[in-house]
């Protein structure tokens, strides 16, 4: 397949900062995507390192890109198709910010607009000012983290969220919100999958499963292997990042000859001394 590199102005990049954000693991994960796909399904999005990655490079693909947590598949739609009104909401909450941040970030927290661009300019302003940058909810839904110790916040990132905005205009891009055994119902032979669910924990501690206000449980690890097996038996090429836990490994052993363990660091732990180098782990099928 041919790759052409695209006009975009700059390099696209995650507009959010996301637990489990894959931008430092970039060069180890790209080494293993395959040189040749189809169509590209990631049905774990998130931040979206890897597709925004790719898809600087590649404009031949068909990119199929899901989630569940709704609010962060309408923040890619909006960035899409409402970008100029984003950025001008933004750059309000940022002069507001400034004048009084505190007082604001709690007025901004505790609201619950109904309008997409109100909505999406929250999520991405208070992605921006919160601790560690985390998104969490609790289990009504409601997003619970405090201020960030932050003293000069990029609120609104212009240049990002055009290059993003660019990008996703200018690919055939599809953006859904659903669960991935729905988005992955299609793919086929010569398509490609790069999985990169909510971790399976290594230690009780380490739980951290609340992007959306359900939960991702170890029922939800057999599930998505059982879809691996699916597609793997149907030949379509799989990438799966995971934690290097016992029962990730067990589960995936008939798989053992293609996995790779790579160092990593995870930024987001409000633990501090946990922000410690530790291994997980790509499994391929190919
Ligand atoms: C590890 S994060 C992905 C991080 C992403 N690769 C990045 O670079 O930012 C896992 C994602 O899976 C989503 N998720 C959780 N349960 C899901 C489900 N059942 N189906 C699809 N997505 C789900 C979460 O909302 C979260 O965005």
Redesign the pocket.
């Known amino acids: 397949m041919k790759q052409e590199y695209s006009l975009i102005s700059s390099a696209p990049k995650?507009f959010?900062k996301?637990?489990?954000?894959?931008?430092q693991l970039l060069p180890i994960i790209t080494k293993h995507v395959p040189q040749k796909f189809e169509r590209y399904f990631?049905?774990?999005?998130?931040?979206?390192?890897?597709f925004f990655n790719l898809a600087y490079k590649r404009r031949d693909t068909k990119w199929l890109l899901?989630?569940?947590?709704s609010d962060?598949v309408l923040s890619y739609v909006t960035i899409r198709d409402r970008v100029k009104e984003l950025i001008s909401a933004l750059e309000s909450h940022s002069t507001s910010y400034f004048k009084n941040q505190s007082s604001y970030y709690y007025k901004i927290r505790e609201s619950e607009p109904k309008g997409q661009i109100e909505k999406v300019s929250r999520l991405l302003f208070l992605n921006k000012t919160c601790f560690n940058g985390l998104y969490r909810v609790n289990s009504k839904g409601k997003f619970n983290v405090p201020l960030g110790k932050y003293v000069n916040p990029n609120i609104v990132s212009k240049e990002n969220l055009i290059a993003v905005s660019e990008i996703l205009q200018s690919r055939d891009i599809s953006i859904k919100c659903?669960?991935?055994?729905g988005?992955l119902k299609n793919a086929t032979e010569g398509d490609f999958v790069?999985l990169?669910?909510?971790?399976h924990p290594v230690s009780e501690t380490s739980n951290f499963?609340s992007?959306?206000n359900?939960s991702?449980d170890y029922g939800?690890q057999e599930r998505l292997y059982a879809k691996f097996k699916a597609l793997d038996k149907k030949g379509v090429k799989i990438l799966l990042?995971n934690s290097k836990s016992e029962e990730i490994i067990d589960l995936f052993k008939e798989f053992s000859d293609n996995v790779i363990e790579i160092n990593a660091n995870r930024f987001i732990n409000s633990v501090s001394q946990r922000r410690t180098g530790h291994t997980e782990l790509l499994i391929k099928n190919y």
């Open positions: 995650p959010v996301w637990a489990g954000g894959k931008r990631e049905p774990f999005l998130g931040g979206g390192a890897v899901s989630d569940l947590n962060l659903q669960d991935f055994e988005a790069y990169d669910p909510p971790y499963t992007y959306t359900g991702f939800d990042s």
